[in-house]
């Protein structure tokens, strides 16, 4: 870890959301200067946290922040992990190193200075507040084969959760993972490289664990984060179980298909039974979701019947 991450990273942790610290003492602490921890406490406004300062009392954090363990995680995780804090994209990061890499290789992240998000939106990312994940893996087959996998990734990130005993959970097909009808966290796959013998896959993920109000006015949809949970899950021991169930439910999903998924999906689905529109811009279509079938593609009934639905320009609305 450089100077630059390793002087905020001790700032931070003297740092509180419940009550204000005085710079004098974070000063005499770390041994610096007052004038080199306001410098450090700007630095870390610009990287997305939200830092109250009143004269005479100190600083105290809005909101909580929740730093990984880097050893604890490097040690939990079986496979490659690398681990940043800061980077431009997880997802970035893995396709560039893609032909090294192995199955269950993972990068993670305290920022993101350009995370993206379905369609090319830009996910918000600020420093220590959240998940944010790529996971590699390479199917041996074509691409035909990956179809579905998005939802795999969602029923792994929902049975992690539940595992920590949050409650609330719910799934928006294709990639979105929702609590208390709220979206909490996203999936964005992207292939490496496809041929007909093998695909190689990159699954970024990012969980909402503690939204500043600053950010959360940032983002046009009603979002969640796990903030507001009597037992609010460890990060570094959330990512570690969210490894392995991915890891696990992946090496099933090849063995077995989405039919193994269907059960799960089906319990979570937040629209399975009611009326919705999918949109299709310029177009778009109503009925009733009859959810998925076996290779991820969305089920809708109306006067027309049943129709499938499968691809990435599609967005699922619910008719009010």
């Known amino acids: 870890m450089n100077e630059h991450w390793s002087r905020k990273r001790q700032i931070l942790a003297c740092l509180h959301h419940e009550r204000f610290v005085s710079g004098e003492v974070i000063a005499q602490s770390l041994s610096l200067t007052r004038a080199a921890i306001n410098q450090h406490i700007d630095a870390l406004k610009d990287y997305g946290i939200e830092i109250y300062s009143v004269k005479g009392r100190g600083y105290k954090l809005a909101n909580p922040v929740s730093l990984v363990n880097e050893s604890h995680l490097v040690n939990g995780i079986d496979g490659r992990c690398f681990y940043f804090d800061e980077t431009t994209s997880t997802n970035a990061f893995m396709l560039g190193h893609a032909s090294e890499l192995k199955s269950g290789d993972i990068c993670i ?15 918000l990312s600020p420093y220590a507040h959240h998940i944010y994940a790529s996971m590699f893996w390479r199917l041996n087959n074509d691409i035909s084969h990956a179809s579905g ?7 792994s ?6 595992d920590f005993g949050v409650e609330g959970l719910g799934l928006k097909w294709p990639n979105d993972i929702y609590l208390d009808h709220k979206k909490l966290a996203g999936i964005l796959v992207e292939v490496s490289n496809s041929s007909a013998q093998k695909t190689e896959l990159v699954i970024g993920f990012g969980i909402n664990m503690s939204m500043s109000v600053e950010q959360g006015e940032l983002i046009d949809q009603p979002w969640n984060d796990l903030s507001g949970l009597v037992n609010m899950p460890d990060k570094t021991e959330l990512l570690i179980k969210l490894h392995k169930t991915l890891k696990a439910d992946l090496q099933l999903f ?29 177009n778009s279509v109503n009925g009733i979701c009859r959810g998925i079938d076996e290779q991820g593609a969305l089920l809708l009934e109306n006067e027309q019947g049943v129709t499938r639905y499968l691809g990435g320009e599609i967005s699922l609305r619910a008719v009010m």
Do not use: T
């Open 109 to 123: 992240a305290e920022y993101q200075s350009a995370g993206r998000g379905r369609r090319g939106r830009q996910w």
């Open 149 to 155: 996998l998005s939802l795999v990734v969602g029923c």
């Open 157 to 162: 990130i929902v049975k992690s959760l539940a």
């Open 254 to 282: 090849e063995q077995k298909g989405l039919e193994a998924f269907l059960d799960r999906w089906n319990k979570f689905d937040l629209f399975i039974g009611r009326e919705v529109s999918l949109l299709m811009a310029p």
